[in-house]
């Protein structure tokens, strides 16, 4: 049941004296990087003057502005020859953001992920089909090489190009995959046109979805669809990728590794810690890592923590699922709104099918939401006055839940764009 059991179950004050050992390698790590070195040195802050997360509390938070600016080297605390290999983030809107690893590191983040996947039950039986994609992404890498660890057989296919997909989950009778949670939806679909069911006439078990925001209601559709465990997986390239945090079996938060990651979760705004339950931002410090030691990262991702110990006796501390980024919610009339609130309603709806998009207009300088849904298309059938009423049903769940009354259109199956990455679920064309 456990990869390594006892840091898994280590009783906490081992756990916190181990946390302090790592943080202080790290902050000497930190103190050889440009960065923090003129940092710690404009605080007048010496090494040895942090020992704990309260002394580290201290030091300002590092955001994603500070990597970009660090760039290329800033955070590099090893001489390069020590570096084999870097993962850098999409970098779309200007300079991009890149992370260095040892070959310890690379050691490290393997047996993280490793962990993570022997904790929801991969073995060295199973088919692995990872459907990430590859390169600078670490979706792809990160999990491979846990998976590889635990001499699961591991398919390396990449993403998209469905038709192979479901070739190779045939031919293989893949048993575990890793997929985007919108893909997961969408290929199903795509099963289906091909006269398969996605339950029984394929052998997925388990399935680690993640790397985008996803509701409960998401992850039973996969679940129901596949016949198979979904599991949350949660991770960012600043902080290695993948393993960062991952659900057990009981499915109920994902244990942060904290022998890996010092977490805190604070009000975005204030930056003060949040209560246990209060939704805030993710910040994580890096203390198993030593090319790339970053200090109190902002994730711009929001969770709140579960302090009830878990069944399973892991002591590392839960978080709840990621509830969106605090750059990804949207202002309708002044609400504020996250794209995941929709998701959820929708896909706790049967008749609602496997894409949606939400499209954001200023007509006569008024804010209009609009939210076009595919439905399954035997609905289309029917009768119109039906199809009217499940459309004020939509409307009206949306609206107890964003307290903004949207638009609904629906629309038929395969209508909506999709993506080969992360789902883009919001157009917003206002121009303000
Ligand atoms: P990018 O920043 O370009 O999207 P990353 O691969 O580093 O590239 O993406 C990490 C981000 O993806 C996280 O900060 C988070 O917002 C999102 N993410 C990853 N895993 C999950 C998950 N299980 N649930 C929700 N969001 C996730
Ligand atoms: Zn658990």
Redo the contacts with the bound molecule.
Sequence with gaps: MYWEKDLEIMPREELVKLQRERLHKTILQAAKTPFYRKQFAKLHITPESIQTLEDLQNLPFTT?EDLRQGFPFKFLAVPLEEVVRLHS??G?TGVPTVIYHSAEDLDRWTNQVARCLYMVGVRKTDVFQNMMSYGL???GLGMHYGAERLGALTIPIGAGNSKRQIWFLQFFKTTAAHILPSYALLLANLIKSEGLDPKKDLNLRIML??????SEETRQRIEELYGAKAY???????MN??G??FECPYQNG?HLWEDYYLLEIVNPQTGEPCASGEVGEIVLTTIYRDATPILRYR???LASFIDEPCPCGRTHRRIS??Q??SD?MFIVRGVNIFPIQVEKVLMGIPEVGTNYRIVLEREDYRDVMRVEVEIKSELFLGDLQKLERLRERIQSELRSEILVTPEVSLVEPGTLPTQEG?AQRVLDQRKF
């Design positions: 994603k983030s999409s779309t992404f670490t979706g979805i993640g790397a985008e925001p996803h949350n997986s949660y991770g960012l390239s600043e990728g993948p960062v945090a994902m994730t711009r991702d699922r990621i969106g980024r990804d992360k």
